[in-house]
């Protein structure tokens, strides 16, 4: 059973993203002599726009799981409210006898102790459920933003000349491109 429509993104196609943005970054070339790399940022950019895409599909997923908690409260609550009903008309047809209303009386209330029970059981899991997949989505995002913190970072326009690898490119050995066009 699927919790989405086809072709909507979900959590696997933002964490298939994000390992894919891990590989750019962990595939870049080192700099000699320094701990910088060279990574092609525009597909960076492109991950992390397909990432910004993802993203709505996960927070409706994150609402229908809210909403289906809610419809389980409606329905433990519904339930419940049934059954009342149900055991109070079950107690006037056994109004004529003490022993027996009396009786009547516990099971009902067991029965609503026990719908309410089930209903706070059913809204913790929900509740546990939904905090579970923000939280696991809050740590990844976390960890890609801290990633492309250092990537701008680095990449940071007006940084001091001396942030940047001091060695020259080696020049052309023939007088092409070097600027001596005699």
Same mark, same amino acid.
């Given at each position: 059973?699927? =919790? +989405?429509?086809? $072709?909507?993104? %979900?959590?696997?196609?933002?964490?298939?993203?994000?390992?894919?943005?891990?590989?750019?970054? !962990?595939? $870049?070339? /080192?700099? @000699?002599?320094? %701990?910088?790399?060279?990574?092609?940022?525009?597909?960076?950019?492109?991950?992390?726009? *397909?990432? %910004?895409?993802?993203?709505?599909?996960?927070?409706? *997923?994150?609402? +229908?799981?809210?909403? =289906?908690?809610?419809?389980?409260?409606?329905?433990? /609550?519904?339930?419940?409210?049934?059954?009342? /009903?149900?055991?109070?008309?079950?107690?006037?047809?056994?109004?004529?006898?003490?022993?027996?209303?009396?009786?009547? *009386?516990?099971?009902?209330?067991?029965? &609503?102790?026990?719908?309410?029970?089930?209903?706070?059981?059913?809204? +913790?899991?929900?509740?546990?459920?939904?905090?579970?997949? &923000?939280?696991?989505? =809050? #740590?990844? &995002?976390?960890?890609?933003?801290?990633?492309? #913190?250092?990537?701008?970072?680095? &990449?940071?326009? $007006?940084? @001091?000349?001396?942030?940047? @690898?001091?060695?020259?490119?080696?020049? @052309?050995?023939?007088?092409?491109?070097? !600027?001596?066009?005699?």
């Amino acid at each position: 059973m699927r =919790d +989405r429509p086809i $072709g909507e993104p %979900g959590l696997e196609d933002t964490l298939a993203l994000l390992e894919r943005l891990e590989e750019v970054l !962990g595939s $870049g070339s /080192r700099l @000699p002599f320094t %701990g910088r790399v060279l990574v092609d940022i525009d597909e960076c950019f492109d991950i992390v726009g *397909q990432i %910004g895409m993802n993203l709505p599909g996960e927070f409706r *997923q994150a609402r +229908r799981i809210n909403s =289906d908690r809610e419809a389980l409260i409606d329905e433990a /609550r519904a339930r419940a409210d049934q059954i009342i /009903r149900a055991a109070e008309e079950d107690a006037r047809d056994r109004v004529k006898d003490h022993y027996l209303t009396a009786q009547a *009386q516990a099971q009902a209330d067991e029965i &609503l102790s026990d719908a309410e029970r089930r209903a706070a059981d059913i809204r +913790r899991e929900a509740y546990d459920y939904a905090y579970q997949v &923000l939280r696991d989505l =809050d #740590r990844r &995002l976390q960890s890609v933003f801290g990633v492309i #913190r250092e990537g701008m970072e680095e &990449l940071q326009p $007006g940084r @001091p000349e001396d942030a940047y @690898p001091t060695e020259e490119p080696p020049r @052309p050995e023939s007088g092409y491109g070097t !600027g001596d066009d005699r």
